[in-house]
């Protein structure tokens, strides 16, 4: 159980980059502001570390201990058919350009 634990928190705990990563690909594609859409996605991570928590206790106490871990499963795979159906399957992050001021100074020569 130790060891279910331990790589269940490892994949848990990445699950939040990923999305951010991903996120900003699927973003990008869409033509949305890279800030606007990183705000989106700290707006919803911010809230699901809200509600989560309560709704984790909440099931508890209505259904069940083991209710809880069925719930995480069935949100685990709704979060699996998303990224299967989102995520394009060519994804590659466009780089940013240089800032203007570190640009122009490779630009002279001494």
């Known amino acids: 159980m130790l060891t279910f634990?331990?790589?269940g928190f490892g994949l848990s705990g990445s699950a939040i980059s990923t999305m951010f990563s991903l996120g900003l690909v699927v973003a990008e594609r869409r033509d949305m502001v890279r800030g606007r859409s990183?705000?989106?996605m700290r707006a919803t991570t911010s809230t699901a570390w809200m509600a989560g928590p309560a709704i984790a206790f909440l099931c508890a106490e209505r259904f069940g201990e083991a209710s809880v871990f069925r719930l995480a499963?069935?949100?685990?795979?709704?979060?699996a058919a998303l990224w299967w159906t989102i995520?394009?399957?060519?994804m590659t992050l466009r780089p940013k350009g240089?800032?203007?001021s570190a640009s122009?100074?490779?630009?002279?020569?001494?």
């Open 87 to 90: 995520i394009p399957r060519d």
């Open 5 to 7: 634990g331990v790589l």
């Open 98 to 100: 240089p800032p203007a």
């Open 104 to 110: 122009a100074g490779q630009n002279r020569v001494l």
């Open 73 to 79: 499963l069935a949100l685990a795979l709704c979060w």
């Open 38 to 40: 990183n705000a989106f």
